[in-house]
């Protein structure tokens, strides 16, 4: 006979030491389920305490950080990085809006660097102690009296027990990257091949495979950086894609990380007010200055601004030394090698590594919760399930941004905790599904198909949707008036988080001198040996100021003129 699992209560979470007063309030206060202690759910905890709420977060594994946290081997269900995986978006950028990353750290961080910050973060706002760890979420479900109180039930397992308990609001933090997308039967022949096959969630580092030959299927980052690592010392690496891709480079004009450089708001109207042709044109053009993207063979069937463009630094380097040759998309595997779709074969290849993504899903809850569709699922701004007869769910980071993550999933934490103390209202479901739908539609129509393009925003764009909701946008013709200086480093400066906490609810004291001593943190961590300052560099920033200035008069008259 199966034994039948126990079931116990969950203890409430502990509460920090406090006044009898506040204490009180405590008590009234929404608890908050909070599924997963990965980045989205660090700032998950932190938002929910910032606004008197009371989290309560359960995390399967036994340590913080989710994707971020290196570990030797593979877990089912968690995400996982290899040993040499530096970020792609830049510290400025990525950093929480009230918690700079320390200025000496390098612009592209490695993912220990990261799990320091994240563990001085969950440090400074005290946060470990509202995580019940080893505590996998198995189900989730309406409590019964659900549609009068919002209530949700959450069943947990903690060392093979089961525990039960009910919350008044949850916090889905799952995490996006978690399940290989492992297309194998798409690919003729595959059982017959004689080699190994992996994915690469499952690659750590590249010893194991030297001298080997190696076909790696995917021109994502994943594909890109695990070609350029095992490269140097494998016999040979083929790097085969379906679509090719346009390629960018983590260092940009003048040395600058690249989002730091483009992710500006000046920048962004431009690429709203030109026509899409020539900003096409225009990108394009400046990626085959690097490197001609034909003559190396990875141009793709799409225009620079319908797919995220892929991040290889190194890869014109690999090509051009022949250490990784691209390839087209497989036809069919043989018994110890691929027949690609131009016709060319490849034979002796020792390894197959499907670098194809990942795939998401949500095994703890029913479809009447969250309704998914392979890699698709129906969100408000990506956040609330709009079905719902109580908003108070929300799914944090279930997103892909063109630009880091992390600033996106805390800003869409803090707009969620304020619908959940009922501060912020949501439109009608009807008003929410014709947004969803009109979103689709765009994503659609602008970006090439790919298994997960329903999730793609444009970073600013999207912050500032969800900043105009939660109050927190900030205001440049009153910041022009008020502090000009902050008005010029908020417009022409990069679109750094921490532009999300000088005003309204969440507002920072410390928001105004982190935005005006960002391009500091930034030439700090490079210039590691100082030199005099030089003329040059004077002339060359006024300059740029002279030029921004007239760019931005000429705007303003173009716009002028036509109101
Ligand atoms: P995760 O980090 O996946 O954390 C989810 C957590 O939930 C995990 O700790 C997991 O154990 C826990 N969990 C899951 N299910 C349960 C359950 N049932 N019960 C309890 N706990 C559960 N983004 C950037 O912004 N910049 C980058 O440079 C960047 N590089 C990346 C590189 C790679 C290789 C990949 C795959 C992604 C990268 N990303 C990057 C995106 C990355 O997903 C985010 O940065 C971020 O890690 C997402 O955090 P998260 O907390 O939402 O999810
Ligand atoms: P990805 O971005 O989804 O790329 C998957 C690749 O596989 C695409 O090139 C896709 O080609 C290809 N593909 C998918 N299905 C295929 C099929 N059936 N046949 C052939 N090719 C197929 O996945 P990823 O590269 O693993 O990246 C996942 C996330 O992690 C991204 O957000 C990425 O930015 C992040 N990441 C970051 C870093 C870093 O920070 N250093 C490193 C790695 C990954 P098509 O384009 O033709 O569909």
Same mark, same amino acid.
């Given at each position: 006979?199966?034994?039948?699992?126990?079931?116990?209560?969950?203890?409430?979470?502990? %509460?920090?030491?406090?006044?009898?007063?506040?204490?009180?309030?405590?008590?009234?206060?929404?608890?908050?389920?909070?599924?997963?202690?990965?980045?989205?759910?660090?700032?998950?905890?932190?938002?929910?305490?910032?606004?008197?709420?009371?989290?309560?977060?359960?995390?399967?594994?036994?340590?913080?950080?989710?994707?971020?946290?290196?570990?030797?081997?593979?877990?089912?269900?968690?995400?996982?990085?290899?040993?040499?995986?530096?970020?792609?978006?830049?510290?400025?950028?990525?950093?929480?809006?009230?918690?700079?990353?320390?200025?000496?750290?390098?612009?592209?961080?490695?993912?220990?660097?990261?799990?320091?910050?994240?563990?001085?973060?969950?440090?400074?706002?005290?946060?470990?102690?509202?995580?019940?760890?080893?505590?996998?979420?198995?189900?989730?479900? !309406?409590?019964?009296?659900?549609?009068?109180?919002?209530? /949700?039930?959450?069943?947990?397992?903690?060392?093979? !027990?089961?525990?039960?308990?009910?919350?008044?609001?949850?916090?889905?933090?799952?995490?996006?990257?978690?399940?290989?997308?492992?297309?194998?039967?798409?690919?003729?022949?595959?059982?017959?091949?004689?080699?190994?096959?992996?994915?690469?969630?499952?690659?750590?580092?590249?010893?194991?495979?030297?001298?080997?030959?190696?076909?790696?299927?995917?021109?994502?980052?994943?594909?890109?950086?695990?070609?350029?690592?095992?490269?140097?010392?494998?016999?040979?690496?083929?790097?085969?894609?379906? =679509?090719?891709? /346009?390629?960018?480079?983590?260092?940009?004009?003048?040395?600058?990380?690249?989002?730091?450089?483009?992710?500006?708001?000046?920048?962004?109207?431009?690429?709203?007010?030109?026509?899409?042709?020539?900003?096409?044109? /225009?990108?394009?053009?400046?990626?085959?200055?690097?490197?001609?993207?034909?003559?190396?063979?990875?141009?793709? %069937?799409?225009?620079?601004?319908?797919? =995220?463009?892929?991040?290889?630094?190194?890869?014109?380097?690999?090509?051009?030394?022949?250490?990784?040759?691209?390839?087209?998309?497989?036809?069919?595997? @043989?018994?110890?090698?691929?027949?690609?779709?131009?016709?060319?074969?490849?034979?002796?290849?020792?390894?197959?590594?499907?670098?194809?993504?990942?795939?998401?899903?949500?095994?703890?809850?029913?479809?009447?919760?969250?309704?998914?569709?392979?890699?698709?699922?129906? *969100?408000?701004?990506?956040?609330?399930?709009?079905?719902?007869?109580?908003?108070?769910?929300?799914?944090?980071?279930?997103?892909?941004?063109?630009?880091?993550?992390?600033?996106?999933?805390?800003?869409?934490?803090?707009?969620?905790?304020?619908?959940?103390?009922?501060?912020?209202?949501?439109?009608?479901?009807?008003?929410?599904?014709?947004?969803?739908?009109?979103?689709? %539609?765009?994503?659609?129509?602008?970006?090439?198909?790919?298994?997960?393009?329903?999730?793609?925003?444009?970073?600013?764009?999207?912050?500032?949707?969800?900043?105009?909701?939660?109050?927190?946008?900030?205001?440049?013709?009153?910041?022009?008036?008020?502090?000009?200086?902050?008005? /010029?480093?908020?417009?022409?400066?990069?679109?750094?988080?921490?532009?999300?906490?000088?005003?309204?609810?969440?507002?920072?004291?410390?928001?105004?001198?982190?935005?005006?001593?960002?391009?500091?943190?930034?030439?700090?961590?490079?210039?590691?040996?100082? *030199? %005099?300052?030089?003329?040059?560099?004077?002339? @060359?920033?006024?300059?740029?100021?002279?030029?921004?200035?007239?760019?931005?008069?000429?705007?303003?008259?173009?716009?002028?003129?036509?109101?």
């Amino acid at each position: 006979m199966r034994k039948r699992k126990k079931r116990q209560r969950i203890p409430s979470a502990r %509460q920090p030491s406090a006044k009898p007063l506040k204490q009180q309030k405590d008590r009234m206060a929404k608890r908050v389920a909070i599924i997963g202690a990965g980045v989205s759910g660090l700032t998950a905890i932190k938002c929910c305490l910032d606004e008197g709420l009371q989290p309560t977060c359960f995390e399967r594994s036994e340590d913080i950080g989710g994707l971020w946290r290196f570990q030797e081997h593979v877990t089912e269900g968690h995400s996982s990085i290899y040993k040499s995986l530096t970020t792609n978006s830049s510290k400025e950028m990525m950093s929480f809006s009230d918690f700079p990353i320390p200025e000496e750290y390098p612009n592209y961080m490695h993912h220990s660097k990261m799990m320091e910050y994240f563990r001085m973060y969950a440090k400074q706002f005290d946060l470990l102690r509202y995580i019940h760890f080893k505590a996998r979420v198995c189900h989730l479900r !309406k409590h019964t009296d659900f549609p009068i109180t919002g209530q /949700w039930e959450i069943v947990t397992e903690v060392n093979g !027990k089961q525990e039960s308990a009910v919350f008044d609001a949850v916090l889905i933090c799952t995490g996006l990257h978690v399940h290989p997308y492992f297309p194998l039967d798409s690919f003729l022949g595959f059982e017959k091949f004689k080699g190994k096959i992996i994915h690469s969630w499952t690659y750590k580092n590249p010893e194991k495979f030297e001298d080997q030959r190696i076909l790696i299927i995917g021109l994502g980052n994943s594909g890109v950086e695990i070609a350029i690592d095992l490269s140097h010392i494998t016999k040979q690496i083929f790097l085969s894609t379906r =679509t090719g891709a /346009w390629v960018i480079s983590r260092v940009s004009d003048g040395g600058y990380p690249l989002d730091i450089a483009h992710f500006t708001r000046f920048k962004n109207l431009l690429y709203h007010i030109l026509p899409v042709a020539l900003v096409n044109r /225009w990108g394009e053009k400046k990626l085959n200055m690097r490197f001609n993207h034909e003559n190396y063979g990875v141009k793709p %069937q799409h225009r620079f601004l319908s797919k =995220t463009p892929v991040m290889g630094d190194d890869l014109p380097n690999a090509i051009i030394a022949g250490r990784v040759l691209i390839k087209p998309h497989v036809k069919k595997f @043989t018994e110890r090698g691929v027949i690609f779709e131009d016709g060319s074969t490849e034979e002796n290849i020792d390894v197959v590594i499907f670098a194809t993504g990942y795939n998401f899903s949500f095994p703890f809850t029913q479809d009447t919760v969250l309704r998914t569709q392979t890699n698709k699922i129906s *969100l408000y701004k990506y956040v609330f399930p709009p079905h719902l007869e109580k908003h108070t769910l929300a799914v944090i980071g279930l997103i892909q941004p063109v630009g880091a993550i992390i600033p996106v999933s805390e800003l869409q934490v803090r707009w969620a905790t304020r619908i959940f103390k009922g501060l912020n209202k949501l439109p009608s479901d009807n008003e929410m599904m014709a947004d969803i739908v009109k979103k689709i %539609q765009y994503n659609e129509k602008r970006y090439a198909a790919s298994h997960n393009n329903s999730l793609v925003v444009q970073y600013i764009d999207y912050m500032d949707e969800l900043a105009s909701l939660l109050g927190v946008k900030p205001n440049l013709l009153s910041l022009l008036l008020t502090d000009p200086k902050l008005a /010029w480093e908020v417009y022409f400066g990069p679109c750094t988080p921490t532009q999300f906490r000088l005003t309204g609810p969440g507002k920072w004291e410390g928001a105004r001198n982190t935005i005006l001593t960002q391009e500091e943190r930034i030439v700090k961590a490079t210039k590691t040996r100082p *030199l %005099q300052s030089c003329t040059d560099t004077k002339v @060359t920033a006024t300059s740029s100021f002279f030029i921004k200035a007239l760019t931005c008069l000429g705007l303003l008259t173009v716009i002028l003129s036509y109101l």
